[in-house]
């Protein structure tokens, strides 16, 4: 496998962790673990064959170009799980909720005190 190879296999496992998010069920994000692995052992790879072969400064531009598009898959799979991330983190909360002090409940049920509305009305 040569550096441009590498890239490009990375580039397909980020590519089809990519597009498992767009639905980002739990089993989805489940089954994006191994291609993650994948994605890291190749960049793992290919940095250490660039730092071995510092020397050899062959036509790069190829392998640049593949790891512009490798770096426009991870900016997009990024947004993905973060937003992934925000929606299963805002549904965690919601199912498991801590103290409301906006709606004066507790998890136990107990109503809290609540301060008296500071706006008023008058005609």
Same mark, same amino acid.
């Given at each position: 496998?040569? !550096?441009? !190879?590498? &890239?490009?296999?990375?580039?397909?496992? &980020?590519?089809?962790?990519? #597009?498992? %998010? %767009?639905?980002? &069920?739990?089993?989805?994000?489940?089954?994006?673990?191994? %291609?993650?692995?994948?994605?890291?052992? *190749?960049?793992?790879?290919?940095?250490?064959?660039?730092?071995?072969?510092? /020397?050899?400064?062959?036509?790069? #531009?190829?392998?640049? @170009?593949?790891?512009? =598009?490798?770096? $426009? !898959? %991870?900016?997009? @799979?990024?947004?993905?799980?973060?937003?992934?991330? =925000?929606?299963? /983190? /805002?549904?965690?909360? *919601?199912?498991?909720? @801590?103290?409301?002090?906006?709606?004066?409940?507790? $998890?136990? /049920?107990? &109503?809290?005190?609540?301060?008296?509305? @500071?706006? $008023?009305? !008058? =005609?």
């Amino acid at each position: 496998m040569n !550096e441009i !190879e590498s &890239v490009r296999q990375a580039r397909h496992s &980020v590519s089809l962790i990519r #597009k498992r %998010l %767009l639905r980002p &069920v739990p089993e989805a994000l489940e089954a994006c673990g191994p %291609l993650l692995y994948n994605a890291i052992d *190749l960049i793992a790879w290919l940095q250490h064959r660039l730092q071995s072969a510092a /020397g050899e400064r062959a036509s790069r #531009k190829p392998l640049l @170009t593949e790891i512009a =598009g490798l770096r $426009r !898959e %991870l900016s997009q @799979t990024t947004s993905l799980m973060r937003g992934a991330a =925000g929606f299963y /983190g /805002g549904l965690a909360r *919601l199912l498991n909720p @801590t103290e409301d002090y906006s709606t004066g409940y507790a $998890r136990n /049920g107990a &109503v809290s005190l609540r301060n008296s509305p @500071t706006l $008023r009305l !008058e =005609g």
